[in-house]
């Protein structure tokens, strides 16, 4: 079974940065895409941001664009959120997805991890 392990989240001013990152255990390769959802108190979770591997572009929900960057470490296949100008409403638990094939091992089969917590203060 693979295993998403979400870390750095914390609290932080408004104005300020994170970087989170993902790892996938279980597996002996990284996958083919990765995306980050997250899930504040009393809201449905959403997606944030996505990056494809082998050249493709990365997508972001609009309220983040400009802010947060997706990106992937080659070397050892770690995955990062790095966010920037955070606001109150960036407030939530992130969550790390990746592709394996054509299957999205947790926004499709469910095997989410437990997220790292982001808490923005005014």
């Known amino acids: 079974q693979v295993q998403l392990v979400e870390s750095g989240g914390g609290l932080v001013q408004a104005g300020g940065s994170l970087r989170l990152s993902c790892t996938a255990s279980g597996r002996a390769f990284s996958g083919s895409a990765m995306a980050w959802f997250r899930q504040a108190p009393g809201k449905e979770r959403e997606f944030v941001a996505g990056?494809?591997?082998?050249?493709?572009?990365?997508y972001y929900t609009n309220s983040v664009k400009g802010r947060f960057t997706i990106s992937r470490e080659n070397t050892n296949g770690t995955m990062y959120l790095q966010m920037n100008n955070l606001k109150p409403e960036d407030t939530a638990v992130y969550y790390c997805d990746v592709r394996y094939g054509s299957i999205w091992i947790a926004s499709e089969r469910g095997s989410w991890g437990q997220g790292t917590q982001v808490t923005v203060s005014s």
């Open positions: 990056i494809k591997w082998a050249g493709d572009g990365t």
